[in-house]
């Protein structure tokens, strides 16, 4: 990567943004190309509804099972529905997914994670035990369990999502918490007898930024592939609406009648997963370069 | 960053998959022509016992070449009628002119697998004996609940004695699987080794049973002739895309097909001599509406889904395989209703505006959501998915979960689904469906203690059970279909349920198998027997 100033952030991160937005996207090819894609694909899932050709649910017996061509770029599925569309429409629910779900367990993880690293005593160590609680499942497995109890549904997608990925967010929150702690200027403010509250919004939360930022960046990517691992499995997004996940589902079933579904599917969740995935290297060897392996 | 890497990998071995399926695999010529192989889509067999609980399709294709019934339909065939049933362990039958006593002539010299000896009436008094002791838990109690009593004045002659009349009794009892005669002497021996190691007469006899399929051999003296290949293996291969790839390489013979709309052009596409062998009608699929749940409770509200299903629609998405239905049962039974001899207001042409004037007349002019769920098996999926879009044309929002099948089932028993498809299958015996779906005896319970009257049809609001009871007590076979067709009138004004399509079964054969009959309707199975290797 690109020569990285090595210092700690410091209680100044606005100063910064620019300059780390600047090097995560125009400091490396690859990232940028990665970026572009995922503008593109929050463009398409924007636009769905003006640039798809087809109503993603609508059915046709005349057209089933038809492959690519001019009228049907990616053909049609076992119902005749339009597999672009399809996978049109599929994306918005990917990436509000990929994006809501991070950000909402971000706000509730650094909550958490801050809360017990700044008291500690007894509210840590509830936190901490939960904490580990929620960890010692696998995210998929912890996100099935939660769906299998309150079905499907677009809300219970997001709480499922945010719960899976909140115990990592309030895990880093706390560790780092526990780190700014202990430096002079949080020893000052108290001394000179800032109130709780301020020091914490003030002081601590701005600097444990950063580690949060590369985080959510990453789950972005996890989260785009647990939706997709869940509605593939038949219990995230319902049926008809499309969602990367279920297309490769119903594709399944009639991969011999017509793959364009899976292919399709697949590559979008490859695409974007790998995109955000490389975007969140790229923070992360930013802000983060002592944490680089 | 593990599980990135799992997830690649899964994403990878799909586009792997799909590459693969471009191969155009021939159908390997020549395997050995004494070994017929057939897969079926079922995990693993779970015994070849008739009277067993909880078996599989593949399981009863077991049991029909171990065993015999007393009287059979012609291979392939359902008997629809009283005259058309065939013999097989009994010769010769006859029934009492209030149809409440049947008796049967016994088949003399009728051998037992592994040297049990003559199959005699006390083997068919066990057989029945131990479907009417409530004390025994066994397949198909259900069916047998009108018989009174199993008699046998001599070693060939067994009479049984019914509560009810039952022109049918050949249908409704003795022709099904679980009447299948077990050897008595075998069964006491072995106990429950018994589901594993069966003893029966029929032309094939069980030589290894495991977790990969059931091995079958020709019986050397099955008194209807040995069978016509030598060994016959039965697997079981529940994934629709190995199954499909095994039949096309060649490993299998035949293999169960999957019902989804476009599976039979696809083969076709593929090898374009693959012989299909299809039940009509199949399987019943009907949507059971929960007379008990808003909005469903208002007639107005079934009226307009009758008028937004397109059966018709629905049925040439699966093409040859689908007939669509108007009532309860198949157009081809008797007792089934046909469009022109309804009323003009029972026959509910397919009108979408019809349907959401109805809904405004029932106060949801801008539609309404209903909430349901179905199970992933691809008949069920695939028949709701269409379903589902058809209503939403008609403003109905059909909030549709899709999960696991055995999950499906248990749910549906618990009365929690506002809307099941119920695919079954059942013979040409009218009463069958009709008291098992709408009977007020039969209605679901929360605590999984109901039966199949989903729609809680005879509970929630008057059913059919006085007519009902009518049908069950009369002897005459003519005149009771009349009432069953009264039944299916009054069915459609009430619109508890709604006959959506009739599936086939369909197997994929591979041209070089014959079979020896032609498959036209029947159980989900089919005597194997005459089956040969022709190449």
Not at chain 2, 124 to 143: A, E
């Amino acid at each position: 990567m690109t020569a990285l100033p090595s210092t700690r952030l410091t209680s100044a991160p606005d100063s910064r943004t620019l300059f780390v937005i600047k090097t995560v996207f125009l400091g490396n090819p690859v990232t940028m190309v990665a970026a572009l894609v995922i503008f593109i694909f929050i463009c398409v899932a924007i636009l769905a509804p003006l640039i798809a050709p087809y109503d993603p649910l609508a059915q046709s017996y005349l057209t089933i099972n038809i492959y690519p061509s001019a009228e049907h770029w990616l053909g049609t599925d076992q119902f005749g529905r339009d597999v672009l569309s399809r996978l049109i429409y599929g994306s918005r629910n990917s990436l509000i997914f990929g994006i809501t779900a991070p950000f909402l367990a971000a706000i509730i993880g650094t909550t958490l994670g801050v809360t017990a690293g700044y008291f500690g005593g007894l509210v840590d160590r509830l936190v901490t035990r939960l904490i580990d609680l929620l960890l010692a499942f696998p995210e998929l497995l912890l996100a099935i369990i939660i769906m299998a109890a309150l079905g499907g549904g677009f809300w219970n997608i997001i709480v499922v999502l945010t719960i899976a990925f909140v115990p990592g967010f309030a895990r880093v929150a706390r560790a780092s918490t526990l780190a700014v702690k202990q430096e002079p200027y949080v020893e000052a403010a108290i001394s000179v007898g800032v109130r709780t509250p301020t020091i914490i919004i003030r002081h601590i939360v701005p600097n444990i930024a950063a580690p949060i930022v590369v985080l959510m960046t990453l789950w972005v990517a996890s989260a785009i592939r647990l939706e997709a691992a869940l509605s593939f499995l038949g219990i995230g997004t319902r049926p008809p609406h499309p969602s990367w996940g279920n297309i490769i589902r119903d594709g399944l079933n009639n991969i011999f009648g017509s793959p364009w579904p899976i292919i399709g599917a697949g590559l979008a969740i490859t695409v974007v997963v790998l995109s955000f995935n490389l975007i969140g290297d790229a923070v992360r060897d930013v802000l983060d370069p002592e944490g680089g392996e | 960053m593990g599980i990135s890497r799992r997830a690649f990998l899964a994403q990878a071995s799909a586009l792997g998959a799909v590459a693969s399926v471009g191969f155009n695999v021939n159908i390997a010529q020549a395997q050995q022509s004494d070994t017929i192989t057939i897969a079926l889509a079922a995990r693993a067999p779970n015994g070849v016992n008739p009277q067993q609980t909880g078996l599989t399709g593949g399981d009863n294709w077991a049991i029909h070449q171990v065993f015999n019934t007393l009287v059979k339909a012609d291979p392939g065939t359902f008997a629809t009628t009283p005259e058309e049933f065939r013999p097989s362990l009994a010769e010769s039958w006859e029934s009492s002119d209030d149809a409440r006593t049947w008796t049967y002539h016994l088949r003399r010299g009728v051998e037992f697998h592994g040297g049990y000896g003559e199959m005699t009436a006390a083997d068919v008094l066990f057989t029945f004996g131990r479907q009417l002791d409530p004390s025994i838990v066994t397949n198909g109690k259900v069916l047998y609940q009108n018989i009174q009593g199993v008699e046998a004045p001599d070693d060939y002659t067994v009479v049984f004695t019914l509560e009810r009349p039952d022109p049918l009794f050949n249908g409704s009892c003795i022709a099904t699987l679980p009447a299948n005669i077990i050897s008595r002497a075998a069964f006491e021996e072995r106990g429950d080794e018994f589901n594993h190691s069966p003893v029966g007469t029929g032309p094939y006899e069980v030589v290894d049973f495991s977790t990969d399929g059931i091995v079958l051999q020709a019986f050397e003296d099955h008194f209807d002739g040995i069978a016509a290949t030598p060994n016959l293996r039965i697997a079981f291969i529940a994934d629709t895309t190995a199954r499909t790839l095994a039949f096309a390489s060649g490993e299998v013979d035949m293999i169960e097909g999957v019902r989804s709309p476009g599976w039979i052009p696809q083969m076709q596409q593929r090898s374009a001599d693959t012989i299909f062998d299809a039940t009509a009608p199949g399987s019943f699929n009907s949507l059971h509406l929960n007379l008990t749940q808003a909005p469903l409770d208002d007639l107005r509200v079934r009226q307009a889904i009758r008028y937004a299903i397109n059966n018709e629609q629905i049925a040439a998405a699966y093409g040859e395989l689908a007939t669509p239905m108007v009532g309860v049962i198949a157009s081809q039974f008797p007792g089934s209703v046909s469009k022109e001899s309804l009323p003009e207001n029972l026959r509910y042409e397919h009108n979408i505006e019809r349907a959401r004037e109805l809904l405004a007349e029932a106060g949801y002019p801008d539609g309404v959501m209903i909430s349901a769920f179905t199970s992933q098996r691809e008949d069920y999926a695939s028949i709701m998915l269409i379903v589902q879009e058809q209503l939403r044309a008609a403003g109905i929002e059909l909030d549709l979960q899709i999960i696991d099948h055995s999950t499906f089932h248990a749910d549906n028993r618990s009365a929690r689904n506002a809307m099941p498809l119920q695919s079954s299958s059942y013979p040409p015996v009218p009463t069958q469906p009709l008291l098992q779906w709408l009977s007020a005896s039969a209605v679901v319970q929360p605590d999984g203690t109901g039966q199949n009257n989903f729609s809680h049809y005879g509970v929630a609001i008057d059913g059919v059970d006085d007519l009902l009871e009518q049908v069950q007590d009369e002897p005459d076979f003519e005149r009771r279909i009349a009432l069953v067709e009264e039944i299916e009138q009054k069915v459609l004004t009430d619109l508890p349920l709604l006959g959506i399509i009739t599936l086939s079964y369909v197997i994929a054969r591979n041209p070089r198998i014959d079979l020896g009959f032609e498959v036209q309707s029947g159980y989900a199975y089919w005597p194997l027997n005459q089956a040969r290797v022709v190449s």
